[in-house]
């Protein structure tokens, strides 16, 4: 039998090396979990969808590990899992959600103002979004986002919210 090797087209990465590591993310022992984190990003991308499985888990530790470890590896396809983290219950989930968008950069943007056009009643997903822009325009200056964030912090942040990230997805260009 052929061992299955890693494929840079499919992102495929040999399941035997992985699965452990997922287990020790479930470990009581943080060290463990800690270790495994690393070494899951170390391999980087070809885990992603592994992590993902993760994220709705019942158990709030293994949700923040596999949140954590999608935040190092800061690979744009998490973008997508990030998003819906922003409106997690657990406060730290949120956090590392907010700091994986920004770790993937301008290219969660276009995803982000796309949620906040369909689901601007979200008081959650608006902080969230307020901290990554925010961070955003303050690490490149030539991005604007000054009205959104006045948007995102108005009275009438539900109503106001989605014309603003509306007006920026028409001004901009976004890299898929």
């Known amino acids: 039998m052929k061992k299955k090797q890693k ?5 495929e990465y040999p399941y035997h090396r992985i699965h452990p590591l997922i287990l020790d993310l479930k ?10 984190r690393g070494k899951l990003v170390s391999i980087g991308a070809p885990v992603v969808s592994q992590l993902a499985e993760l994220i709705n888990q019942p158990a709030a530790t293994l949700q923040w590990e596999a949140i954590k470890a999608l935040e ?4 744009p396809g998490s973008t997508p899992l990030f998003i ?11 956090w590392l959600a907010a700091e994986g968008l920004i770790a993937v ?19 959650l997903l608006r902080k969230g979004a307020h901290h ?27 109503l106001s919210t989605p014309a603003a990230a509306e007006k920026i997805l028409k001004s901009m260009k976004f890299k898929d």
């Open 7 to 11: 494929s840079a087209l499919t992102n």
């Open 27 to 36: 470990s009581k022992d943080g060290l463990v979990r800690e270790k495994a």
């Open 72 to 75: 190092q590896i800061a690979d």
């Open 84 to 94: 819906p983290a922003l409106c997690d219950k657990d406060e730290e989930v949120r």
């Open 105 to 123: 950069g301008t290219y969660a943007a276009g995803p982000l103002l796309e949620e906040l056009v369909k689901n601007s009643k979200s008081v």
């Open 132 to 158: 990554y822009f925010s961070v955003l325009q303050g690490l490149n200056e030539s991005l604007r986002f000054s009205d959104l964030l006045s948007s995102l912090n108005a009275e009438d942040a539900e």
